[in-house]
């Protein structure tokens, strides 16, 4: 798309937006200080570089796309591939399986910092930070579906202190990143039927979840969040992680509550709970997916559950208290395209709630005329957001429309075609 084409159609819609007194120019500036924090594992279908194991623990990528990427390297190539084609500065999320070890297998209890300087290093030369996970699936001691929550004394003391050193390697990262760099704990604990007793497993992963949090950390370098679940496979009857279980945990621990797009019933939404979770939170993390029928983490589209999240970031003006992060991993269709297609859409999605005429639909609710608050939102649907959205492509010197694809095909052609297993 050519640039005085961008220039002009942004003028007029500029214009149009002004009407219902919405500056642009502000919204412009505001979507290009957004961060999304984009998951590696959407780069090799949830593989990990640790081994081949299958994945367990309710974690399920379907597809054989070829050319998935098989190492650090190529994973971290395509990932650049992407980061190119997004508007705007963003954080890579890394998980505990993704380590360098240099061809020695390490263990979960005994990873450490160094094992991750190889993308240390690679995101200070890309500009960027990464925030973290420990891994507690795809592993012989998960498989009977409990890690932090086990019965078996050993089998939690080895996941508390993959949980605490999981910590460190977020500091770690936090540091040398000029951070903080989020540490997002989610465990796949649960009965695939009616267990008999609930209690005991919750109350053994609050002493699993202290022992892990027992060191402090400076939070300057790294944030603990704890990310909640409503069922998985083989945990459909019961999830010891529950909503409300880390919702009272983080807030009596002061830890960061983690929302999942597809952790909840179908017809909950996250955005519905943003503004409800503020008052008592400094701080939130959303995992931005794409439920369909389950926990299916298909990739983010510009679709209306996206807008209402952003929406309620953007109403409550919390940016700087709500981090985004994208959760989805789809192994049909070309990965890199999926990265795009999933951060521009989130991107897209806080742009468009940063062009709603806010101010005139709280004046209108202010004042009683709710009808005119519905109107506003109404006509608000119809303007020109396209022109804007390709403006700020342009501004932020990445592909506008559709022009991006075509370089996507390119790297597919050159790069991925060549990689045979």
């Not at 910092?113 to 891994?135: K, M, R, V, Y």
């Not at 039927?193 to 202290?210: G, K, T």
């Not at 909840?264 to 997916?289: D, G, M, N, R, W």
């Not at 939102?377 to 020109?384: C, I, Y």
Request: charged share 25%; proline share 5%.
């Amino acid at each position: 798309m050519k640039d005085e084409t961008i220039a002009k159609n942004y003028a007029d819609a500029r214009d149009g937006y002004a009407e219902l007194g919405v500056d642009t120019e502000v919204a412009l500036e505001r979507a290009g200080g957004v961060e999304i924090s984009i998951h590696c594992w959407q780069g090799d279908d949830v593989t990990g570089f640790e081994g081949s194991g299958p994945l367990t623990g309710g974690i399920l990528a379907t597809g054989n796309y070829p050319g998935k990427a098989r190492t650090p390297d190529e994973l971290r190539a395509d990932f650049e591939t992407a980061y190119r084609l997004i508007p705007g500065t963003h954080r890579l999320n890394l998980h505990a399986s993704y380590l360098e070890h240099g061809g020695t297998p390490v263990d979960r209890d005994r990873v450490e910092p160094s094992h991750f300087n190889g993308w240390i290093e690679w995101a200070q030369g890309l500009g960027i930070g990464l925030d973290f996970n420990p891994t507690f699936f795809s592993h012989p001691k998960s498989d009977d579906g409990f890690t932090l929550a086990h019965r078996d004394k050993s089998i939690r003391g080895f996941w508390v202190e993959h949980g605490r050193r999981s910590r460190e390697i977020s500091a770690e990262m936090g540091r040398r990143l000029k951070g903080p760099s989020i540490d997002n704990f989610w465990i796949p604990d649960g009965w695939k039927d009616q267990p008999a007793d609930r209690l005991i497993h919750r109350e053994l992963l609050v002493e699993s979840l202290d022992a892990i949090f027992a060191k402090e950390l400076d939070p300057a370098h790294t944030l603990d969040a704890v990310e909640s679940k409503l069922f998985g496979i083989a945990s459909e009857a019961y999830v010891v992680g529950s909503h409300e279980f880390y919702l009272a945990y983080a807030q009596s621990r002061g830890k960061v509550l983690c929302m999942d797009a597809g952790h909840y019933h179908p017809t909950e939404s996250i955005a519905e709970k943003v503004s409800a979770l503020l008052p008592f939170f400094p701080q939130l993390l959303l995992h931005v997916s794409r439920p369909i029928r389950w926990d299916s983490d298909h990739v983010v589209l510009f679709d209306d559950e996206t807008r209402a999240i952003m929406r309620e970031i953007a109403r409550a003006q919390a940016w700087d208290r709500v981090f985004v992060a994208l959760d989805f991993f789809d192994a049909s269709i070309n990965r890199i395209e999926a990265w795009v297609i999933g951060t521009r859409a989130a991107l897209k999605a806080a742009l468009y709630a940063l062009l709603e005429p806010a101010a005139l639909i709280r004046e209108a609710e202010d004042e009683g005329r709710l009808g005119d608050r519905l109107a506003f939102q109404e006509e608000a649907k119809t303007l020109p957001f396209g022109a804007v959205w390709n403006e700020f492509c342009r501004r932020q010197e990445v592909p506008a429309g559709a022009d991006w694809i075509s370089e996507v095909a390119e790297y597919e052609r050159t790069v991925l075609a060549s990689r045979v297993d």
